[in-house]
Nanobody, 123 residues
């Protein structure tokens, strides 16, 4: 049974940092790309970045480059999203997801999702 269980998130002031975790199970972790998406109120879910099977990062939102960093730990079957210098416009529900091999920015290419975690950036 494929499971993605997220943790982290919460309320942070502008300029602050948060780290999201995504524990994945029920499949061969090393053969799957891991995507991080977010969905702000009233907006569509959008891809933030994707971690390839080798850990390479593809960014899909230019404004997070240099502030957000993704990583994966095969020994723990866990992926992370480190978010620094957070801005109010980063407020959204954040999701992790997975797909075999290749990264993609399309939600249609992913079948399994974490439960989502709220990130609120506000003073």
């Amino acid at each position: 049974q494929v499971q993605l269980v997220q943790s982290g998130g919460g309320l942070v002031q502008p300029g602050g940092s948060l780290r999201l975790s995504c524990a994945l199970s029920g499949f061969s972790f090393d053969y799957y790309a891991i995507g991080w998406f977010r969905q702000a109120p009233g907006k569509e879910r959008e891809a933030i970045l994707c971690l390839s099977t080798t850990g390479d990062i593809t960014y899909y939102i230019h404004s997070v480059e240099g502030r957000f960093h993704g990583s994966r730990d095969s020994s723990k079957s866990t992926a992370y999203l480190q978010m620094d210098s957070l801005k109010p416009e980063d407020t959204a529900v954040y999701y992790c997801t997975q797909k075999p091999f290749q990264c993609s920015a399309s939600t249609d290419d992913y079948n399994y999702w974490g439960q989502g975690t709220q990130v609120t950036v506000s003073s």
